[in-house]
Structure formats: C-alpha cells, structure tokens
C-alpha cells in the first residue's frame, strides 16, 4: 500500500505528496513533500494553499508562494510540516506535536486557516477556502492528541513569536516588561483586524469543533466572573 492509501483521510494524495498535481505542471514545491519525511513517518491529513503560506506569530505575517507555487501542510503521526514553495527552494517550517500547546481552526469568509499553538509561538497554516470544517476538526483533533502534557519550545528563530507589535513579531528579550503570554487573536486591544485577503472576521474553534474560548497558557479562562 502507499502512503496515501494508508492514511487515515483522503486529503493526503499520491499528487500532493508525490509532486504530481494537474493544476501545478512546474510542482507545487521544488521538492515533493514525500521526500521530507523521516523514515516511517506517516501522513495522516494534508491542507492545501495556492495564495498563501504560514502565518508566523500572527495571521497578519504570512508568507506567500511564488509564482506558480503553492502551500502544502502535512500533518503526520510526529509534526506538522508546513511547506511554501519559493523562488529557488521551500520554506520549510516543523512543528513537533510533542511541542504544541494547542491546535484548532478558523472558518472564514475566503480561507481557513488550522493554528497550533506552543508555549511561546503560535502557527496559522492556511488552507484554501473549500477545505471541509470536518477535515480541519480532525486535523487539529489528531494533533491535540499527540501533545505532550510538558511540552518543548522549538528553539529555531524562525519568526513566529507570538509577541506582536502592529503586526509584527517582536522579541522578548528585548521588551523584559511585555507579559509572558500575548492576548489571543479575537478580543485584543489593537487586534489583527482584516487580514490582507479581506476577510474581517471568522469564526474560532478548538479541536473539538467547539467555539474556542479565550486561553491562557493553553488553557480556557473562565470569563462568567
């Protein structure tokens, strides 16, 4: 069997992983995303993008493919893998699931996005607007599944600091009075906004496919007090 037949859903094809995709002849990476996975490493769901690539920190600083490129998210049994085709190479971006805090997703007007959540970044991987709800809840439900209760930082400066200011990631170390934790994305004094397609507003929800609720470290906060 592949890898796609033995996957637990059908977003993870034989051209998505292999490269072979009719609606992108010169590939939608430079290097197929089958060639990035370790060893036995197993795809389980797959999120597509032709627009747009990964937010980092916040939606407001995504990435964008280039040219005829696109975006593919793997999802395995380890990581996310968050891959943006670019001019020359891929911009590669791994999320171990052993290091996420939380995973849920966004429904909006003209994308979604699925976002994982560590104890100090946080990722919007976008998908494309036709993307079920119901694979995006299972994404994010296969994810929260394999967290660790301690969860690792990822130490590479890849940018996605949760800290923002007017949109872009800020550095701890640099502002020592700036609160551990960012407030989340909807409620926020001086929050995202619209994102750059447009779309003013979407609707939050965990892995479950329940509204989010505002959190802490993680965790919901209770707002009837």
Not at 35 to 40: A, E, I, K, N, P
Not at 123 to 136: D, I, N, Q, V
């Amino acid at each position: 069997m592949t890898l796609a037949e033995m996957a637990p859903h059908p977003s993870v094809t034989v051209g998505v992983l292999a490269g072979r995709e009719e609606a992108f002849p010169e590939g939608r990476l430079h290097r197929p995303p089958v060639t990035r996975l370790d060893g036995t490493e197993a795809p389980a769901y797959v999120l597509t993008n032709a627009k747009r690539g990964i937010g980092l920190g916040t939606k407001r600083n995504t990435t964008k493919p280039a040219g005829d490129r696109g975006t593919a998210v793997v999802v395995t049994d380890r990581r996310t893998l968050c891959l943006v085709g670019g001019d020359e190479e891929d911009s590669v971006v791994e999320v171990p699931h052993d290091s996420v805090v939380a995973a849920s997703y966004h429904t909006g007007l003209l994308a979604n996005r699925f976002v994982l959540r560590t104890p100090r970044k946080q990722y919007h991987c976008w998908a494309k607007r036709s993307t079920s709800e119901s694979l995006l809840a299972a994404a994010a439900e296969y994810v929260e599944e394999r967290t660790s209760e301690s969860p690792e930082e990822i130490e590479i400066d890849d940018g996605a600091n949760q800290l923002t200011y007017r949109g872009q990631p800020i550095s701890r170390e640099a502002h020592p009075g700036v609160p551990d934790e960012p407030p989340s994305d909807s409620g926020s004094a001086g929050g995202d906004g619209p994102d750059e397609a447009g779309v003013e507003s979407d609707t939050a929800r965990g892995a479950d496919g329940s509204d989010s609720e505002i959190q802490y470290r993680g965790k919901p906060v209770d707002r009837s007090e």
